[in-house]
């Protein structure tokens, strides 16, 4: 238990630190205001967002009440979103609280990684094992292959060709957009491309390694069938690297979707901050940060504790000897 | 016993692929055993006794071996008698671990780390008897009764990590008994385990055998078991079978030239009776090694090492404060004089290893005295420390891993050289030849690459890499022990030799009491940290008056097939734990003079 706190305390302490570098980051790439207004704007409308905004305020003071806001849940407020010219008056009335901007995409990237990964973690892990359960044969030349392909393959690429393929030619799938199942598929498939590659690797050399030890063969000696020697005795060995790689893969997801969203014009979180960073919508890019590093450090923190449940000498304390 | 075999193995051959074709691993091997019978295979490495049992179970094909010819016929319970050369996977699978029952090596591997006892041990009933898990924990709790462990209620909720070898091994047992198999295959049970805990597991199998009438295939490359467990013996080297015959007739009078060198290689316990040096072993076929002089110690001492303490500190908590000891050893004091061999000799955890690395320096001993040829080891600078590691060497245990695989041979043994700056240029690869002669190894070698070798040879290797900065003294942690026996008594004579021609000490690390008898002048046995007993070799072998020492001596298996093995195995004691809470001071460690140079511990682990 004490671990437990500790580890949360830690990530606790890194999303800290990230909230911190980039609101420093963001004020040292010049005026905020003249940013986000663009060199053609008039003073008037340069002094008006920079009260409204509080950024007349010394630096120091900003800060603590940025920190202050996230502690309450008040992550500052947009001016820019939906907005392409900014009126000089009356900002307080087209301000959004930029919190609910980013959480309302939150669904979408979730859908998207979701559905990603519950393909790619089966199918690369059955990759992996099969591979693995007979090295040097023509399936394992096969997922050598495939998942090389899908590791190195370019995703905008892939997610353009299958474009062609299935919405354009076919017309089976819509080519982008947000709505039903239909919807999520293409995208799904031209992500989950790279993880299947990286798990069936991983698990692949795991699994390899696991039936080349003892207690294999007393698994065999037993008499316990070969699916189960493999599929059991290795794989559940062979769990924490695969695991692990899970949860890259994921965290790769959560972040690193922005050329697939585009592709597919899905609303998820990486298009938000491509939309946010090119309208330098400073408020709005520190929310989108702040909720993706959550997620990450999130993440990593389940496949921490994951590796406890995974192996009883981690968890029952034992160091060996 | 009926005459019928249970299992007849006839003309066997096994092959395994390489790039230079097929490489026969065992060629034309016949035997076969009798219901309720013992057959001992015993052979070195890569002799093919392994193969040949993991062939008869079919799993020779998942290390990518072949049966090219050949049959195995068995007397299956359901089938008749079936050839399991042929047999297909399901009725191989019915066969594995309900009629043949096997154990291994090594304990610590052999078991799943990640599930628990009761599981696996449920695994084999749910296969072949149908069971459900609570039926299966009921029959699992009997057979760890059958095999006499501890608590065992506990164990089927532990998992492998959470206990010892030999209650792995026991374990290990129950497992390949849980369908009561005719024939119990055990590879190498007891050579993972210490000797005291080697002898309960022989007594026990040879106890469940009687009990449960199992005919036992026992696979060994010691000569010392297979007089303690054999009924019939069959000599396997290099893939053949050399002889076959009754126990007593392969001891008391083998026929083959190999048998007797693995006989006479055998350093056997109490041959060094009334002796007072150290002799060389026979070794067949090289007479030049076995030099019949003996060396006699001076009375100048070269190392002293006075109340040697080492602790390992565990931490824990938020702070990371130290809350408890390993107390590693305790209180360690000895004298080794010029040209004298002492052996540390004990189980794995008595803390031999860790008293030779902390007089070397390779660790820091937590306090305590070490005195080289006057010179206060611990109390140097690292500078001056360095140039006084050129006295004092140190060879390994495994040979595989303690030379680096990515360099020459030549270049191996001169780095010593070098670092020191004893020669310069060409005069460097003359001393390395002078090295590899003096080691008997060819001076071509030198060229080689430590892959090119078998582990006798890289020990040669190890010891010439020793040698090659002149030392005084030499710890020798375990150096013989991966060897097989033949090259053991090699290894054991060349160290003996370099002692007389150039006067080295040894340090002589080891937990074989047969070896340490044939190469000590004196003998400090340890146990829990400390030494329980110090004194010359007659002293300890013949007269020893610790109890632990006794038990050591006892649980050794000797050639002498009339001794009953199970009559040696109510040794097991219980062993405590050596790690106690910060602050504590153990006792001040109380020694007897028994007479002159022997003593004995008499305040603390009697």
Redesign the interface.
Known sequence: MAYVIKRICNSLLILFITISFVFIAGRLIGDPALNMLGSGASDLAINNLREAAGLNDPLFVQYVRYIGGILTGDFGVSYRYGYSVLPSENLSEIAQPVLDIVLERIPATFALAGAALSVAVPLGIFMGVTAAANPRSAADRIVTVLSLAGVSVVQFWLGLMLIVLFAVQLGWLPTGGYGGFSYVILPALTLAARPIGRIAQVTRSAVIQELSKPYIVTARAKGVPEFKVVYVHALKNASIPIVTMIGDELSALLTGAILVEKVFAWPGVGLLIIDSLSRSDLPLIQASIAVVAALVVTVNLLVDFSYRLLNPSIRLGHTGA | MSSEPLIQIDRLNVEFPSKLGPVAAVKNVSFDIAPGEILCIVGESGSGKSVSS?AI?Q?TK?SGGRVASGTIRFRSRNDGVIDLKNAD?KT???????EI??I???PM????????IGWQMA??LQ??RGQTRAQADARSLELLKLVRITEPEKRLTQ?P??LSGGMLQRV?IA??LACEPDLLIADEPTTALDVTVQAEILGLIDTLRRETGAAVLFITHDMAVVAQMADRVVVMYQGEKVEEGPVRQILEAPQHAYTKVLLDAVPRLGEMRGKAAPEAMRVMGDDTDAKAESIHPSTKPILTVENLVKRFPIFG??ARKVVANVHAIEDISFTIHEKETLSLVGESGSGKSVTGRNILRLEQPTSGKVIFDGTDVLAQSPKDMRDLRRHMQMIFQDPYGSLNPQKRLLDQVAEPIHNFKLEKGSAIEDRVAGLFDRVRLPRDFMRRYPSELSGGQRQRVAIARALAVNPKFIVADEAVSALDVSVQAQVLNLMMELQADLGISYLFISHDMAVVERVSHRVAVMFMGRIVEIGTRQQIFENPQHNYTKTLLAAVPTLNPDIDIRDRTTLATKIPSPIHLAGYAPPKLVYQEVSEGHSVLINDLQ
Do not use: C
């Open positions: 993991s179970m799993l998942f996977e191989m699978r019915s066969i594995r671990g309900n029952g096997m291994f090596q090594e591997s052999a078991l799943n780390p990640n599930f628990t695994e084999t296969i072949h998992y990590f959470e290990v497992m390949a908590g938020f």
